[in-house]
């Protein structure tokens, strides 16, 4: 056996565990920063507050499957707990390390010391306290299983000293851990035969299948899959928020985002489905418009790698427990061969719903109004993005409109949401572009939600990450124009501006004061340019789109087309 510090011993593991960089707010877990410098090639990213540390980290992991990794002394560790919030609602798998009380300080009123512990366990997968040294290699060696083995998600470990001192400076006895990669899937399950053959019956015997792929398909790398699944039967293909990248926009049997953050044209596709298939999705109250969509009697495969989804929501269900692409592999041998010719009029009607959609909103991405719709400005993106574009959107409107409207043609482009934390776009982001320096990262965002973390774009400035950050601003939190008109009596009155107007700022130019790259767009014309200048240049550039304070994205409905 070798003796090491377990300061040591921390950095050596992460690098073998095939971490980049940490993320963190100090001080920390000092003489393990130090080790890193020394002995591996980990980057240490200091942020401007521990949520967006937490953020940083989960856009890494959303973006390149491997474990994020983000650090807080005991003070920040609440702030970080509430920066994993997104992460255990997208399944994302990061660690979160934080110090924790020392012995002799407990329960005595030690100055800013309060038991941090009980916070993260409602957002994380699993929750660890580590006293000695001796104890680092097993937990943290569990923490990284539990992060990316079945569903994957956030887990913490509490390291003794209020920086995580005690931990790091104490001694074990334990060899370097041999290099091994933490990333998600964990492990393949495999599915059992018997629910394989019980679901290939199902799907031969339906009449109107529709598939939804989801982020497991994603994590899974089982793309190529899904669509041979659709293709093979002759299926209309959804996906959810989170399984955006993983079909095609413009395959021919893609229907779009179903749900609450909807085209409402794959709404209408499903509630006229006699089998609906998810693959790798949770079926949660967004993607089914709180479970409307498909309706509560519709019958049901649901492939997951967790045991306790399928049959969750829909009673009419055949479980199929197991990893999506192993999953999907033993079912596209078990399915018999199709008669294609027999589905065609449920394909045609799932192109007439598609293209009569595409009519309605045809005045607002065509629009060529002083004040630019963000219908057009998200389908101008589309069109304008690299082909390697990764594109991180923020919650909110920002996630209603590239849900509905942007689209991904190419294959190496990706997509990735934030789960419900407005403001986390922009640290996403940052992290997103640190672990895939071989991609293009562009955030989505509004005014409101770039203001949340505003700061971090010194982050993005003082280690020059080459991050396109696009900012439909219409100087307002617009998303709170319905509820606030209800609030009013059915008509915005009174001082209303108050609760949702900001002053009119020029985000570019701020921008520029952090050393960020600004340029302020305010026709569609300007876009273009615009996004050839950032490809252009070097480190983080900030892109100002003014657009109309009025545009209310359209959420989805269970109302069926005639």
Same mark, same amino acid.
Not at 131 to 156: C, I, M, N, S, Y
Not at 197 to 224: D, N, Q
């Given at each position: 056996?070798?003796?090491?510090?377990?300061?040591?011993?921390? $950095?050596?593991?992460?690098?073998?565990?095939?971490? #980049?960089?940490? =993320?963190?707010?100090?001080?920390?877990?000092?003489?393990?920063?130090? %080790?890193?410098?020394?002995?591996?090639?980990?980057?240490?990213?200091?942020? +401007?507050?521990?949520?967006?540390?937490?953020?940083?980290?989960?856009?890494?992991?959303?973006?390149?499957?491997? @474990?994020?990794?983000?650090?807080?002394?005991?003070?920040?560790?609440?702030?970080? !707990?509430?920066?994993?919030?997104?992460?255990?609602?997208?399944?994302?798998? @990061?660690?979160?390390?934080?110090?924790?009380?020392?012995?002799?300080?407990?329960?005595?009123?030690?100055?800013?010391?309060?038991?941090?512990?009980?916070? =993260?366990?409602?957002?994380?997968?699993?929750?660890?306290?580590? =006293?000695?040294?001796?104890?680092?290699?097993?937990?943290? !060696?569990?923490?990284?299983? /539990?992060?990316?083995?079945?569903?994957?998600?956030?887990? +913490?470990?509490? *390291?003794?000293? +209020? #920086?995580?001192?005690?931990?790091?400076?104490?001694? *074990?006895?334990?060899?370097?851990?041999?290099?091994?990669? !933490?990333?998600?899937?964990?492990?393949?399950?495999?599915?059992?035969?018997?629910?394989?053959?019980?679901?290939? $019956? !199902?799907? %031969?015997?339906?009449?109107?299948?529709?598939?939804?792929?989801?982020?497991?398909?994603? %994590?899974?790398?089982?793309?190529?899959?899904? @669509?041979?699944?659709?293709?093979?039967?002759?299926?209309?293909? %959804?996906?959810?928020?989170?399984?955006? /990248?993983?079909?095609?926009?413009? +395959?021919?049997?893609?229907?779009?985002?179903?749900?609450?953050? $909807?085209r409402a044209s794959a709404n209408q596709v499903l509630l006229e489905a006699d089998l609906v298939i998810y693959v790798g999705s949770q079926t949660g109250s967004q993607l089914t418009l709180t479970w409307q969509v498909p309706p509560p009697e519709t019958r049901v495969v649901h492939l997951d790698i967790e045991p306790s989804e399928p049959g969750r929501h829909y009673a009419d269900t055949l479980p199929l427990v197991a990893d999506a692409r192993s999953g999907l592999r033993a079912l596209l041998e078990a399915l018999p061969e199709t008669d294609l010719d027999a589905g065609a009029a449920w394909r045609e009607r799932a192109r007439e719903l598609a293209a009569r959609w595409r009519e309605e909103v045809a005045r607002h991405v065509e629009s060529e109004a002083a004040e630019l719709r963000p219908e057009r400005l998200v389908t101008e993106l589309s069109r304008l993005l690299p082909e390697d574009a990764i594109v991180v959107a923020d919650t909110g409107h920002a996630g209603m409109w590239t849900a509905a409207h942007l689209d991904l043609a190419h294959p190496g482009q990706g997509f990735i949401r934030a789960a419900g934390s407005l403001g986390w776009g922009l640290p996403a982001g940052i992290g997103a572009q640190i672990a895939r320096p071989d991609a293009r990262v562009v955030v989505f965002t509004g005014d409101g939600g770039l203001l949340y973390h505003l700061s971090e774009l010194e982050t993005a400035a003082r280690w020059q990450i080459p991050l396109t950050i696009v900012v439909n601003d219409n100087s307002s939190l617009n998303q709170e124009i319905n509820p606030y008109t209800v609030a009013y009596g059915g008509e915005l009155s009174g001082r209303h501006g108050e609760l949702w107007h900001f002053r009119e700022t020029d985000l570019a130019a701020v921008a520029e004061s952090l050393g960020v790259t600004g340029i302020r767009v305010t026709s569609a014309s300007g876009l273009a340019s615009a996004i050839a200048q950032a490809d252009e240049t070097p480190g983080p550039v900030l892109i100002d789109v003014v657009t109309d304070r009025a545009a209310v994205a359209p959420k989805g409905s269970s109302e069926r087309a005639r």
């Open positions: 056996m070798v003796e090491t510090t377990g300061a040591r011993y921390l $950095a050596r593991a992460l690098d073998a565990a095939g971490t #980049t960089a940490v =993320f963190l707010v100090p001080t920390v877990l000092s003489a393990t920063l130090v %080790a890193m410098e020394q002995e591996t090639g980990i980057r240490r990213i200091v942020t +401007h507050g521990e949520k967006a540390a937490a953020y940083m980290a989960d856009g890494y992991a959303r973006a390149s499957g491997r @474990v994020g990794v983000c650090m807080a002394q005991n003070i920040g560790a609440a702030n970080l !707990a509430a920066g994993l919030r997104d992460a255990v609602l997208g399944c994302s798998p @990061v660690l979160a390390i934080t110090g924790g009380p020392y012995p002799y300080s407990r329960g005595r009123n030690y100055y800013q010391e309060i038991e941090d512990l009980p916070l =993260f366990k409602p957002v994380t997968r699993s929750s660890r306290q580590v =006293f000695e040294a001796e104890r680092l290699p097993d937990q943290l !060696a569990q923490a990284l299983r /539990d992060a990316t083995v079945g569903k994957p998600g956030p887990v +913490h470990l509490e *390291l003794a000293g +209020h #920086t995580g001192d005690l931990v790091e400076n104490g001694t *074990l006895d334990a060899p370097p851990p041999p290099p091994r990669e !933490a990333r998600v899937p964990g492990i393949r399950i495999e599915p059992d035969r018997d629910a394989v053959r019980a679901a290939a $019956a !199902a799907i %031969a015997a339906a009449e109107r299948p529709v598939v939804v792929a989801g982020g497991g398909v994603r %994590a899974s790398g089982a793309a190529a899959e899904v @669509v041979a699944l659709a293709e093979r039967i002759g299926a209309p293909i %959804a996906t959810s928020m989170n399984g955006k /990248d993983t079909v095609p926009s413009d +395959h021919p049997l893609a229907i779009g985002i179903p749900g609450l953050y $909807a």
